[in-house]
């Protein structure tokens, strides 16, 4: 009768091997140890899942604080009365006053007249009295006052002067938004003293000079440039003169300013 031999799978892996080395010994325990260690595992995550529950449900954590509060019965006849409310009076609304008039001091465009045509009353302001007179310019003399409504303080705090600070002179070719431009005075009178240079009819030369002149707060000459040079003869002749152009100055904002106007002088011989 033959003799049965049971053997595992580990004992057919190491049969005829040396099984002193641990590997033997390590497969042998392996399902052992990872029954073990899924067990660990189960019992850690039930542990932390029904732990806080746990917890929760035994109070060992929980503490009540009650505070005590003293009640005290009170009854409205023992408390004092009360101030008397003082009644303020509400000052009466500011009146309505009309706004104050703005003096004004008469300034005329000068027209060339005769002298036995001048009138006393017709005399035109010089430019330094309009300037002293610190009022505003106008068609007529109003006696008024410069100053505003005088709101004072506020909010506590004094208002503090405004500082304006002259504007920059205007250039030849900026552009200035006048009310009334200047105007020559005594264009035709120049232009008959220029009359036309010999030698530029010998030569007949012809052209049109064309000058840009800055004209002050009075009317009188200030500079000049030359915008268009036909001929040096002709340019000449006008450049040597044209200091003794007036003009009636130029109004901005109701004051006279020193701006720059354009002058030609078209000079052209008759055939």
């Not at 009644?87 to 001091?105: F, G, M, Y």
């Not at 045509?117 to 006052?145: C, F, N, P, S």
């Not at 120049?190 to 000058?211: H, N, Q, R, S, T």
Request: aromatic share 8%.
């Amino acid at each position: 009768m033959s003799e049965t031999v049971y053997a595992d799978l580990d004992e057919i892996v190491f049969e005829g091997r040396d099984k002193t080395y641990g590997a033997y010994e390590l497969r042998k325990k392996y399902n052992r140890f990872l029954l073990r260690a899924a067990l660990i595992a189960i019992l850690l995550f039930i542990c932390v899942t029904t732990l806080p529950k746990v917890i929760e449900w035994s109070g060992l954590f929980d503490r009540v604080e009650t505070e005590t509060i003293d009640v005290i019965p009170v009854q409205l006849s023992d408390l004092a009365e009360p101030p008397p409310l003082d009644e303020e009076e509400v000052p009466p609304p500011p009146p309505d006053l009309p706004p104050p008039v703005r003096a004004q001091i008469e300034f005329k465009v000068p027209t060339p007249k005769p002298d036995d045509e001048v009138k006393e009353e017709e005399t035109i302001k010089e430019m330094d009295e309009l300037e002293d007179a610190k009022a505003d310019i106008g068609t007529a003399d109003v006696e008024g006052t410069n100053d505003g409504y005088d709101f004072g303080d506020i909010d506590g705090k004094a208002v503090e002067d405004v500082v304006v600070n002259e504007p920059a002179e205007v250039g030849p070719s900026d552009f200035v938004l006048l009310e009334k431009e200047p105007s020559p005075v005594n264009l035709d009178d120049l232009k008959k003293l220029i009359g036309y240079p010999p030698m530029a009819k010998e030569a007949e030369i012809e052209g049109k000079v064309i000058i840009r002149v800055q004209v002050d707060k009075t009317g009188h000459y200030v500079k000049h440039i030359v915008i268009k040079d036909p001929h040096p003869i002709l340019t000449k002749a006008v450049t040597d003169k044209i200091n003794t152009l007036t003009f009636t100055p130029g109004i901005q904002s109701g004051k006279p300013i020193k701006v720059w106007v354009t002058i030609p002088f078209d000079f052209k011989l008759l055939h």
